[in-house]
């Protein structure tokens, strides 16, 4: 029964860790099958939490906070989409600059606006996504096995959690079952024929690289307004390469991208229960062993060891109409 | 009115780089007028403390240093058209080959014979972090900035288990080494001056400066003076044409980024063996994503890598000193600067040259009009 609880508890962090790797991942999806690289998951999602913090911190609303965040790492993406589509500019280099842009503004203009070292303001509950608890979950909880599964894994989230896993079918939806989502794909893997059908590349990876700032936005604000209480220097820690590896691991397709967000999510929430504890046979796993698993597994992916990760064709390539 | 003109070589070298580097200063400006700061009182206050007084030399050459191993790394895979991200990692690995035969050779040789040996295993370890994503890239098809990424990570995961639980300094709580006997590390830049008779403040600047001016020298004769050098810019340029000219594409990938990670290695001459005299935890401290900046703005020559290193030396130091001038702006603000010139100068490349073509373009019909 021991163990039951603990797997409980462990799954209801993954839920709770894999979350912004979603919607991340998700982010990442629509741009790069548009054919744009995007490593600046990571500065997005900075950007945005500490926009959602700092509105929030300010006006007291957490909707402020969430459009906010949104607007901001829209920008960021809409820099990026300038930089790649419009000045056809290298788009590992204007992700990088992405990533360190936000990771130096934000403390900047923390420091600036809060002085407070970089952090903003600590929220109060009421100016957070809380919990919410599913209909007839303290009548279930004390069912047995149903009653944790119901009440304590899926119950009492909060909205983004939720959100990210909507995320998920309605990506899939889109890129697959929409006019725009077979568009976002052909033009990931011919921008030529795309344009010959006399549809505009660049339009159409712009859109894919609001989408992608929309949801790394709903990522940030959920670390600072809803698992946290405030945004901290660096809060996203690595967590926008997390979501690229994952993306990577499920191949650019929507569910197994999933998949893979909570597997490293469950990683994680591993690493901080198993911290000293003798296993039998492997005995103690070290934390840092199981931090760098993600990143291991996805560099063994991509040699191919283990399947194959093929990505779209035209990913890194600016369209030239010209020498088309 | 839109007939564009070749832009003549000067235009193309000098007033492009130029001109971007002045517009992401303008952007930093306009940052720290949103902060509510004077951008001019800034740049005052940053030009002083960087170049100032003796010491802020010191601190400014000492990061320039780490910045020129860094930038040539990423100059030389980026001349086979590769984008090293793993400078970070690399230097970082180096520290421990650095480290490790410091730490083994110290009491049996004094810090000249050594220098040669720690030079050798932080290329070598250097080398290594850098040749798995140049060997997965060029012959199982993994993108190396995917890899890259992915092994600084790794690198920092698996220093952080050596540190903690291998070679740290048994009874004491820090994550670090043993410090490095006294003899074995680098000479400080003020103990060589004190020996001159001339008295300059104690700053971490050591004799790796030179290594490193050694260092751009010698990039600069392999990649324009050497069969390897020319094999690696022409995969850059052309790859089908360097596989008819009978180049081994593959085997140039795996030695570009070998060479790359060896140089991102020698940052561990500066830290591990000249400043810190152990190895701590992230020693490298950006400096391997600072080098993008610095190869950017560099234009990946090892004399523009030089002068741009020197200006993000100058930065980080004179940042330090903004912190203490005013109230609300920190070091931080030159992550922002980093941010801007890897913007303008990488991403942003091209943007000014269409209305640059065209403005020459105006200019040249102007006089055959006189004509």
């Not at chain 1, 960021?76 to 790649?84: K, P, Q, T």
């Not at chain 1, 959100?163 to 794909?185: D, E, H, I, N, Q």
């Not at chain 2, 290594?211 to 340029?237: D, P, Q």
Request: aromatic share 10%.
């Amino acid at each position: 029964m021991d163990i039951w609880v603990q797997l409980i508890s462990a799954l209801d962090s993954t839920l709770r860790l894999a979350t912004p790797l979603i919607l991340c991942a998700m982010a990442g999806l629509f741009s790069e099958r548009s054919g744009i690289v995007d490593i600046g998951l990571e500065g997005k999602m900075l950007a945005g939490a500490f926009a959602a913090a700092a509105t929030t911190a300010v006006t007291g609303s957490v909707w402020l906070g969430l459009i906010t965040a949104m607007a901001v790492s829209i920008a960021m993406a809409l820099l990026h989409g300038f930089a790649c589509i419009t000045h056809k500019g290298d788009q590992v280099v204007s992700g990088l600059a992405i990533n360190i842009l936000a990771a130096g503004l934000s403390v900047a203009l923390g420091i600036a606006w809060f002085h407070r070292g970089g952090q903003t303001p600590a929220l109060a509950s009421e100016e957070r996504f809380r919990p919410l608890s599913f209909p007839f979950s303290d009548v279930v909880a004390d069912w047995p096995i149903i009653g944790t599964l119901y009440s304590d894994l899926l119950s009492g989230h909060n909205l983004l959690v939720y959100l990210a896993f909507l995320a998920v079918p309605l990506t899939y939806a889109m890129v697959y079952k929409t006019r725009f989502g077979l568009r976002l794909r052909a033009v990931g893997e011919n921008p030529q024929a795309v344009d010959t059908a006399g549809i505009s590349v660049a339009w159409l990876r712009y859109r894919a690289v609001i989408m992608a700032g929309l949801l790394c936005g709903l990522a940030g604000a959920y670390l600072s307004i809803a698992l946290g209480a405030g945004f901290v220097r660096d809060m996203s820690a690595g967590k926008g390469y997390i979501a690229l590896a994952a993306l990577i691991f499920g191949k650019w397709r929507p569910v197994p991208a999933m998949f893979a967000c909570l597997l490293f999510g469950f990683l994680e929430a591993l690493s901080t229960r198993l911290q000293g504890v003798d296993l039998p046979i492997v005995g103690q796993i070290e934390v840092q062993f199981m931090q760098a698993l993600p990143y291991v597994l996805t560099v063994i992916l991509l040699a191919g060891f283990i399947g194959r990760a093929v990505a779209p064709k035209a990913i890194g390539v600016p369209y030239n109409k010209d020498r088309a | 009115m839109s007939r564009r003109a070749k832009l003549p070589i000067w235009a193309d070298v000098a007033l492009i780089p130029l001109i971007n580097v002045t517009l992401a200063f303008l952007a930093a400006g306009v940052v720290v007028a949103m902060i509510g700061e004077n951008p001019l009182d800034a740049v005052e206050v940053l030009v002083r403390g960087a170049f100032g007084y003796d010491e802020a030399v010191g601190y400014t050459l000492y990061y320039t240093t780490n910045f020129i191993f860094t930038g040539l790394a990423v100059a030389v895979a980026f001349h086979a058209g590769l984008f090293n991200i793993g400078g970070e990692g690399q230097a970082y690995i180096g520290g421990l080959g650095v480290g490790l035969v410091c730490l083994a050779l110290d009491h049996l040789m004094p810090w000249w014979l050594l220098l040669p040996v720690a030079i050798g295993a932080g290329m070598l370890f250097g080398a290594a972090w850098a040749f798995i994503p140049g060997y997965l890239q060029a012959y199982r098809g993994s993108h190396v900035v995917i890899t890259t990424i992915m092994f600084n990570f790794i690198a920092s995961a698996l220093m952080v288990y050596l540190l903690v639980n291998v070679l740290i300094k048994p009874g004491q709580m820090a994550p670090e080494t043993r410090d490095i006997a006294d003899g074995a590390t680098l000479p400080m830049m003020h103990e060589l001056f004190a020996g001159l008779g001339i008295k300059i403040t104690q700053t971490p600047l050591n004799i790796s400066l030179f290594v490193a001016l050694l260092a751009s020298f010698l990039v600069w004769v392999l990649i324009w003076r050497t069969r390897w050098g020319y094999a690696i810019r022409m995969i850059g340029h052309n790859e089908s044409a360097a596989v008819y000219s009978g180049i081994n594409p593959k085997r140039m990938v795996v030695v570009a980024m070998a060479i790359s990670g060896s140089l991102a290695g020698l940052v561990a001459i500066n830290e591990v063996m000249g400043a810190q005299q152990r190895i701590v935890l992230d020693f490298v401290a950006g400096s391997g994503f600072t080098g993008i900046a610095v190869a950017l703005m560099g234009r990946n020559h090892p004399v523009g890598i030089i002068l741009a290193s020197l200006l993000f030396g100058a930065l980080f130091q004179g940042g330090a000193e903004l912190a203490f001038e005013f109230s609300s702006i920190t070091r931080d603000l030159v992550v922002v600067i980093q941010g801007l010139v890897i913007l303008f100068c990488g991403a942003l490349a091209y943007m000014m040259r269409g209305p640059l073509e065209r403005l020459f373009g105006l200019f040249e019909r102007q006089s055959q009009g006189g004509n």
